[in-house]
């Protein structure tokens, strides 16, 4: 009763409904208000009606449903088409009393990668947005006159429905069906409403707490050169039991996707491999991480992020981070993930990905790092471009007492080493424009690094879009083992999404240690082929750290270096100093103090001071990203 399939049994009652006479007319005195008031307004345990079941699904403030993004779009489609029905036959616009739709509609978009495809966290494919609620919106709109959401949603309508322009006018043949009798009019549309932007309905950073997901992008507007992460723990109806993963997007691809539900969520397949951890791109903790898949109740705590969630204005767009905290049931761990986009030019850029993770009560045998990345080849190599001398090894299965998910991957080789090491997947394309994920990881001691063949990607329903066979073909993944805990010594990666003809526009990377400080203190160095560097702090706990002249406190602090012009960011943090600048905060905060073409741009969420080398002090009040005197 807690998921759709109250509004699957209400739709079809609701079409029964309406071909029945009044109460009046019945010796029972069950007709048309009968039916219709019980599906609308009347609950038992095992039949809730549509009023409570919004209740319960719906956030009200951000206008999701609570189950994984297919779910949800089927039922925000569902429900217009309800309200869309019900008006056909009674002229009563149910919309009036259910506000929060307008905004489920509208946060639709919100689910897109830069190609135009929804993201696939828990029971969900890959595929395009249903724009039908769209179009219901508009015709409820237009038959009661209210001109600003006819001009809101037309918009809408034709920015995501290709063929909007193009649409019919001349009746179509129904089919000989009850539902046909409630067919609507074909859709007009106003040919003076222009179609909307993109950036009305997509934000850098959105946050969706009551399905504990989180996504940031930057050029979410270009297919291309855009870049996304889709992050998000299990909440809501649909999930699957994955920890903390993510989705990763680069050079038109869902590159880090998700592996899907296999053939069916009644198979074995889904209950022992695809809706498990090893499945998705996360941290397993030794070998036994797993709660309730389908209604799952394990979010993630975001910490903090940047810019705010669905701020539309006002902020720096070439850096974008989050923090999040999780609790791992089954070991009982705490595990803490940053992620960050920074945009290093017109078309490049990089990720990072910081994940922290430890038992609460120690006694930590291992913990797995997987990420699963499409493509045909697989190579691990060392910073020198080496391949690492990987042995075959059976150790990540079934049989040492975990998951029997490791037993569902195969061909696995693996190699011990403390230095840095890299891996690149290759998806080989016909023109030669290959497509790589480049993705370099801080060795440590103890850290032993798989190479696996996984069960394929079932998450794309065809393999229209790729140069092979991604539904039928091994899911290449690499797994990085820290054996002991991974809190100091955690996961560090940066991943670079590339072609073939442009090339990597990352030069090297490396790490840096700083003595005297916490051991789960981060550190790393990229510099780019534009002859841009890249310092990154990072440390959850509050300490200053200092290194080449610059001093952070903070858990995600970066210092960008590009000739004369420099960025300095603090994350969720109280003190930054570099470049002849010192700020700090009373409590924790997010600022960006930007050096660009002689002039200075600044944003920050709390108060600051600022003071600079020659003893100046500014004291900054909350403040949007722009033009400041210093």
């Not at 616009?93 to 495809?117: C, G, H, I, R, S």
């Not at 003076?192 to 050029?219: D, H, M």
């Not at 229209?464 to 290449?476: A, H, I, R």
Request: hydrophobic residues 30%; contains cysteine; neutral net charge.
């Amino acid at each position: 009763p807690h998921n759709n399939w109250n509004l699957h049994k209400s739709k079809f009652i609701l079409k029964v409904a309406m071909v029945l006479e009044d109460n009046k007319n019945y010796a029972d005195n069950k007709g048309r208000e009968y039916y219709i008031d019980y599906i609308l307004n009347k609950t038992s345990a095992r039949q809730w009606s549509l009023t409570d079941f919004m209740k319960y699904g719906y956030d009200y403030n951000t206008g999701v449903w609570n189950e994984c993004p297919g779910y949800a779009q089927g039922v925000t489609k569902d429900l217009t088409n309800f309200i869309r029905d019900y008006d056909n036959t009674f002229n009563q616009n149910l919309f009036v009393y259910t506000p929060v739709m307008e905004k489920a509609v509208e946060v639709l978009p919100q689910y897109l990668f830069p190609n135009n495809q929804i993201t696939a966290f828990g029971d969900t494919y890959y595929g395009g947005i249903n724009t039908e609620a769209m179009s219901d919106m508009v015709r409820m709109a237009q038959k009661y006159g209210n001109k600003n959401n006819e001009v809101l949603f037309t918009k809408m309508y034709k920015l995501f429905e290709p063929n909007a322009d193009q649409q019919s006018t001349t009746p179509k043949k129904l089919t000989p069906q009850v539902s046909s009798i409630f067919t609507s009019k074909p859709l007009v549309l106003d040919k003076n409403i222009e179609k909307g932007k993109l950036s009305y309905y997509i934000t850098q950073t959105f946050y969706a707490p009551n399905v504990s997901w989180f996504v940031q992008r930057n050029k979410y507007d270009d297919k291309q050169n855009g870049l996304m992460i889709s992050q998000y723990a299990s909440y809501g109806n649909h999930a699957h039991s994955n920890g903390v993963a993510m989705e990763l997007y680069g050079k038109g691809y869902i590159l880090g996707a998700e592996s899907g539900i296999g053939s069916s969520y009644f198979e074995k397949p889904y209950l022992e491999y695809y809706s498990q951890f090893p499945a998705h791109n996360t941290v397993m903790v030794d070998g036994i991480s797993k709660y309730p898949e389908m209604l799952s109740n394990h979010p993630f705590d975001l910490l903090s992020c940047y810019p705010e969630s669905n701020q539309k204005d006002g902020y720096y767009k070439d850096i974008t981070y989050s923090e999040v905290y999780f609790l791992e049931p089954e070991s009982r761990s705490d595990q803490n993930r940053l992620l960050s986009i920074v945009s290093t030019g017109e078309t490049t850029g990089y990720y990072v990905d910081i994940f922290r993770s430890k038992k609460q009560k120690k006694g930590d045998k291992f913990h797995d790092y997987f990420y699963h990345n499409l493509g045909q080849e697989l190579s691990i190599q060392n910073i020198k471009g080496e391949n690492l001398d990987l042995q075959p090894n059976e150790e990540m299965a079934f049989a040492g007492g975990h998951l029997f998910a490791l037993d569902y991957m195969w061909d696995k080789k693996s190699a011990k080493t403390n230095e840095d090491y890299q891996a690149v997947w290759k998806m080989s394309f016909p023109d030669g424009n290959h497509v790589y994920m480049n993705l370099w990881m801080k060795g440590q001691e103890g850290r032993e690094v798989f190479s696996i063949k996984a069960p394929s990607c079932k998450a794309f329903r065809n393999n229209n879009d790729f140069p092979y066979e991604v539904n039928k073909s091994p899911y290449l993944t690499i797994a990085a083992r820290q054996h002991g805990e991974a809190w100091n010594h955690p996961f560090v990666s940066v991943f670079e999404p590339t072609t073939e003809k442009e090339g990597k526009s990352i030069q090297s990377i490396e790490s840096f240690n700083v003595s005297g400080v916490s051991p789960d203190f981060v550190g790393v160095v990229v510099k780019s082929k534009s002859g841009r560097t890249d310092y990154i702090f990072s440390s959850v706990k509050d300490e200053k750290v200092s290194y080449n002249n610059v001093v952070a406190n903070g858990v995600h602090s970066l210092i960008s270096e590009h000739r004369r012009d420099f960025t300095l960011l603090l994350g969720n943090g109280t003190y930054l100093e570099g470049k002849g600048f010192a700020i700090q905060a009373s409590e924790k905060v997010n600022v960006i103090l930007e050096y660009r073409n002689g002039e200075y741009y600044f944003t920050c969420d709390k108060p600051v001071t600022i003071k600079t080398a020659k003893g100046k002090s500014s004291n900054m009040k909350k403040t949007e990203y722009g033009k400041i005197e210093l």
